[in-house]
């Protein structure tokens, strides 16, 4: 049996493997060596000065082929994004970084500059400054809830000195969180 092939842009373009030792196609192709395990649209980088094809590992050694198989690459911009490589050679882009980003860390974004995932800082203060101000607020709706029946009772003329009291405490503590929540807000 004989291989032939024809090359194409620095690649092997088209291949025939014919049983017929006495056939010579002629140019543009070329008779490969026995046992040459090349395929179409391998580079001719691949192969060595006898036109073997050199093992994937020993190309990725050589800086001719890149092995991002099954490792899997993190959005720059989005580090809960993902991409798994699956095939020789392919890159995943320059948005996305092989390096994992910090763990249990909702606030952070990659630094061209530093190669790393860094805190946000900004993002993870205004995401505490808000979490502060509906806490407040929560705290305002239930101290609302609670002098409603002080409220109620003094509108009837049914409050006791004891609802009054609840009242003007339930009072100052809503003007408190208001006056805290106007502060923040401010900041």
Request: aromatic share 8%; hydrophobic share 30%.
């Given at each position: 049996?004989?291989?032939?092939?024809?090359?194409?842009?620095?690649?092997?373009?088209?291949?025939i493997i014919?049983?017929?030792?006495?056939?010579?196609?002629?140019?543009?192709?070329?008779?490969?060596?026995?046992?040459?395990?090349?395929?179409?649209?391998?580079?001719?980088?691949?192969?060595?000065?006898?036109?073997?094809?050199?093992?994937?590992?020993?190309?990725?050694?050589?800086?001719?082929?890149?092995?991002?198989?099954?490792?899997?690459?993190?959005?720059?911009?989005?580090?809960?994004?993902?991409?798994?490589?699956?095939?020789?050679?392919?890159?995943?882009?320059?948005?996305?970084?092989?390096?994992?980003?910090?763990?249990?860390?909702?606030?952070?974004?990659?630094?061209e500059n530093?190669?790393?995932?860094?805190?946000?800082?900004?993002?993870?203060?205004?995401?505490?400054?808000?979490?502060?101000?509906?806490?407040?607020?929560?705290?305002?709706?239930?101290?609302?809830?609670?002098?409603?029946?002080?409220?109620?009772?003094?509108?009837?003329?049914?409050?006791?000195?004891?609802?009054?009291?609840?009242?003007?405490?339930?009072?100052?503590?809503?003007?408190?969180?208001?006056?805290?929540?106007?502060?923040?807000?401010?900041?």
């Amino acid at each position: 049996m004989k291989t032939f092939y024809t090359e194409k842009d620095d690649r092997i373009d088209r291949t025939i493997i014919t049983a017929n030792d006495s056939y010579e196609p002629g140019p543009p192709w070329k008779e490969a060596p026995n046992d040459w395990h090349a395929n179409h649209g391998d580079k001719l980088e691949w192969l060595d000065k006898t036109m073997h094809r050199i093992p994937d590992p020993k190309l990725v050694e050589m800086g001719k082929r890149i092995d991002n198989r099954n490792k899997t690459f993190y959005k720059k911009d989005s580090p809960g994004e993902t991409k798994l490589i699956y095939q020789m050679d392919e890159e995943p882009g320059e948005e996305y970084t092989v390096i994992k980003p910090i763990e249990k860390e909702a606030y952070q974004k990659w630094d061209e500059n530093l190669k790393q995932w860094i805190v946000d800082i900004e993002k993870k203060e205004k995401a505490e400054k808000d979490s502060t101000i509906a806490e407040k607020k929560a705290e305002i709706t239930a101290a609302e809830q609670k002098r409603l029946r002080s409220v109620l009772a003094d509108l009837d003329g049914t409050a006791s000195e004891e609802d009054k009291k609840w009242n003007l405490e339930y009072k100052k503590q809503i003007e408190t969180l208001r006056a805290e929540i106007y502060e923040l807000e401010k900041a």
